[in-house]
């Protein structure tokens, strides 16, 4: 609900970054697995596309927009050390986030702070969801989730990644 986007966007305001990873999430429906996964060589700025995804083969290395409310983060997260858009780090070492750790030192602690009971995996739907009400194209919807279409005309259609982008930021953003 949108209340409960505000109390994150109110978190970020506070300056939380797990609150930024929770919007992350919201804003771009990946399973909290696909975004531990995602390289920052897959990550364009520029063209506000990463490319990641697991799972299914309509999820893999599908072209994730990165709406303009959640640029600022992603750009931080850019800056950071290691190969992984998101890292832990150990005695200073950046090492990959494992879902586990994500959760019990980053998810879990943020949801008590913001008196939530939701799961990282809320985002998927809660991207789709704001994807349906902002009336964005059902096929445009599952290449963004990174669903199967079954239609077989859809699947003939291209979509460049600019109409990904217009898409998603055609979401209310902040």
Not at 13 to 29: C, K, N, S, V
């Amino acid at each position: 609900p949108a209340e409960d986007r505000a109390k994150i966007w109110a978190a970020i305001d506070a300056g939380d970054h797990d609150a930024e990873i929770a919007m992350i999430l919201l804003y771009t429906g990946m399973r909290p697995s696909e975004l531990l996964l995602i390289e920052k060589a897959n990550v364009d700025l520029n063209a506000r596309i990463m490319i990641g995804g697991l799972k299914t083969e309509a999820g893999q290395n599908r072209h994730i927009p990165i709406h303009k409310c959640i640029l600022p983060f992603i750009q931080r997260l850019m800056e950071t050390d290691g190969e992984y858009l998101i890292m832990r780090y150990d005695k200073g070492k950046p090492q990959e986030m494992k879902y586990n750790r994500f959760l019990v030192y980053h998810w879990d602690p943020l949801m008590e702070q913001l008196g939530m009971d939701y799961t990282p995996h809320y985002g998927r739907h809660t991207c789709a969801t704001m994807l349906r009400e902002a009336k964005v194209e059902e096929d445009i919807r599952k290449l963004i989730i990174g669903h199967k279409n079954q239609d077989i005309t859809d699947r003939y259609t291209h979509h460049p990644d600019s109409m990904l982008i217009e898409a998603m930021d055609s979401v209310p953003g902040r």
